[in-house]
């Protein structure tokens, strides 16, 4: 739709765009789990392709290693090699580095940079410690067994009760907040405020922490929770909310749906780094994603 609109404005043409149609709760939560199933194991760039992760922070480098014509030996090791296919290094907010002798800049590390049949790389932002901003370079084996024996997600079915409207109550402070991170990281968010809800007859108060400091650019927030199923059939390390489509912030009221809730990224890929949930609902969530490593 984006491009469309571009296309018109540079042919000189006006006209209004239709407002994109709303779904039902329960289809949307259908269609976002089928785009979910998308993300992790058939787009080209799927969580589940990735074969290996390089996170750098200022001044350290990486070396990729691997056999031409054996996707599967590709990897990263520390620092700059002699043997290297290609390296990379972070500094000053930019990626660098060569490969065959070819130097690479930062645009082209952040593209899908080819490496050898369904192989490639590329490179993304991402905090290396609690607010300090790195880069990780990620692998991605277009065969890779994970995404190609990957059965989909696993969803509790939908329930509407899960769905409340909440109270919520800004923090004005906006003050950081540290969570340690499942690669035993520390990961940097920003309490936003805290929704206050009735969910089956109890009332229950959940922070939400957004990832930017200034209120005008804050259009969504998550919570990290555990509830009384947490490592008995839902995810050991908690599971995550949103909160989103609330118009400017701070809104006086937001809707939480826990049907969407789900799983961080490591709950299947070692590659990430994901806060681990501290909060607390004094309840069994039976809405939104299981654990994937338990049978259900």
């Not at 259908?30 to 992790?40: P, Q």
């Not at 002798?101 to 410690?129: C, E, H, M, R, Y």
């Amino acid at each position: 739709m984006k491009r469309q609109i571009l296309a018109a404005i540079a042919a000189g043409l006006l006209m209004t765009a239709a407002a994109p149609a709303v779904l039902p709760p329960a289809l949307e939560w259908k269609k976002e789990i089928g785009e979910a199933n998308e993300d992790w194991a058939k787009k080209p760039h799927a969580i589940l392709k990735i074969q290996d992760a390089a996170y750098l922070g200022e001044g350290q480098s990486a070396t990729l290693t691997g056999a031409r014509g054996k996707p599967a030996t590709y990897k990263w090791v520390p620092g700059k090699q002699q043997d290297g296919i290609l390296w990379v290094t972070y500094s000053k907010g930019q990626m660098s580095g060569s490969m065959h002798g070819k130097p690479l800049d930062n645009k082209a590390l952040s593209a899908s940079l080819p490496i050898d049949t369904n192989l490639d790389i590329q490179g993304f932002p991402t905090q290396v410690s609690a607010g300090v901003m790195g880069v990780r370079v990620l692998i991605y084996n277009q065969l890779r067994t994970d995404a190609l024996n990957f059965k989909g997600v696993d969803y509790f079915p939908y329930d509407p009760t899960y769905r409340v409207t909440a109270t919520f109550k800004p923090d004005p402070k906006l003050p950081p907040r540290v969570f340690r991170t499942s690669r035993g990281t520390d990961k940097q968010f920003f309490h936003a405020g805290d929704a206050t809800f009735v969910l089956r007859g109890k009332t229950f108060t959940l922070p939400f922490y957004a990832g930017d400091h200034d209120p005008k650019k804050i259009t969504d927030a998550s919570a990290f929770f555990m509830d009384d199923l947490t490592g008995h059939g839902t995810y050991g390390a908690g599971r995550y909310v949103d909160m989103s489509n609330f118009g400017a912030f701070p809104p006086k009221t937001v809707t939480i749906d826990f049907n969407f809730a789900y799983n961080p990224n490591c709950a299947r890929s070692a590659y990430f780094t994901c806060p681990v949930s501290t909060d607390s609902i004094a309840m069994a969530v039976r809405a939104g994603e299981k654990d994937p490593h338990a049978a259900h």
